[in-house]
């Protein structure tokens, strides 16, 4: 497939460091719309915007083709890369350009007026810093904080993540080099992406922001939480309303799981972590009785983690019959 990538970017000289912004659109233009309206509410401006149009089955390619200006480029991708496949576009595209930032900004997010600065402001004075994301709260209910930090504990291991600011400030001071942090609202230094790469795009979608957070602390960057600014994002637990959430979620959660531990820890250390993760996802089964499709995705994922099998969700991936009776049947009992 031929890249879908435009030419280079241009940015103005003398006005900090250079942006580029990369929101990306599967079938929900009118979230986006709202997003990058949010973006160019900032403060910061030496900043552009790209626009990933990723294989949308909707109408999307001509309502985005209305914002598209001297500050806002379309790029159009003939099928769905994925988050990663979709993001790493934007990577590519910031690395031809020779932006200094790209900033992934999720399509269903909004940003606070200094959210952009306040970070920019903060990389900037430590070089090492290779990722650094805002506190992530509710779009729905600004108050609410979804998400602080996360952090990596090798030696369990497991990863951990807080919604609590005084727990984050804790972790970040106690464990510097095993902070994981969401792509929600990630600005990431192209320095490193020209030096480890963008998102593993095997994983396609989900985990792949912890894997990205681990690869930059091996490679000697840190990652940071700028606790001054906000990002609000919307929200769907997994837990609370499991019927609002889709199949591939399901999938993706349960196979790129097992894809990180196994990329990251040995043969002997992956033991328990894995093994938690399969309680998990019989915790998942039970949560969705009902829903064959998604209880299908979750089976599906789980086999696909297992033996390494990779790319997009599709409604047909299964289990084998055997073995999902097995994993049923202990769904059943615990």
């Not at 209305?66 to 595209?93: A, H, K, M, W």
């Not at 350009?97 to 900033?103: F, G, H, P, Q, T």
């Not at 940003?111 to 810093?129: F, G, K, P, Q, V």
Request: charged share 20%; aromatic share 10%; net charge neutral.
């Amino acid at each position: 497939m031929s890249s879908p990538l435009p030419q280079s970017l241009s940015f103005e000289s003398g006005k900090g460091p250079s942006v580029l912004v990369v929101i990306l659109n599967w079938n929900s233009p009118e979230e986006t719309k709202t997003a990058v309206a949010s973006v160019f509410a900032m403060d910061y401006q030496n900043l552009r915007v790209a626009i990933i149009e990723n294989g949308s089955i909707d109408n999307s390619a001509e309502i985005l083709k209305e914002l598209v200006s001297d500050r806002v480029q379309l790029i159009l991708s003939p099928e769905n890369l994925g988050y990663t496949g979709g993001c790493n576009l934007g990577f590519d595209l910031a690395v031809q350009s020779n932006a200094d930032y790209v900033w992934l900004l999720n399509s269903d997010a909004v940003t606070e007026a200094n959210a952009l600065s306040s970070l920019i402001r903060i990389a900037e004075h430590d070089h090492t810093i290779g990722l650094i994301s805002p506190i992530i709260a509710t779009l729905h209910d600004p108050s609410k904080l979804v998400h602080v930090v996360g952090r990596f504990d090798p030696k369990t291991p497991r990863c951990d993540s807080t919604k609590d600011i005084e727990v984050g400030r804790r972790w970040i001071t106690s464990d510097p080099g095993q902070i994981m942090l969401l792509g929600t609202a990630l600005l990431v230094r192209v320095a490193m992406v020209r030096k480890i790469g963008g998102f593993d795009a095997a994983l396609f979608a989900y985990w792949e922001d912890t894997d990205l957070s681990l690869r930059a602390n091996k490679a000697g960057f840190r990652n940071v939480v700028d606790f001054n600014s906000v990002v609000y994002h919307t929200e769907r637990s997994a837990k609370e309303t499991p019927d609002e959430i889709k199949p591939h979620f399901w999938y993706y959660m349960a196979r790129n799981e097992i894809y990180f531990w196994k990329k990251h820890v040995s043969l002997f250390g992956r033991i328990k972590p894995l093994w938690w993760q399969y309680t998990t996802q019989l915790k998942f089964l039970k949560l969705v009785k009902g829903n064959e499709v998604s209880r299908q995705a979750i089976l599906a994922g789980l086999w696909d983690g297992w033996f390494r099998n990779t790319g997009a969700y599709r409604s047909n991936l299964r289990m084998p019959y055997l073995a999902s009776k097995i994993v049923e049947a202990h769904s059943e009992i615990r």
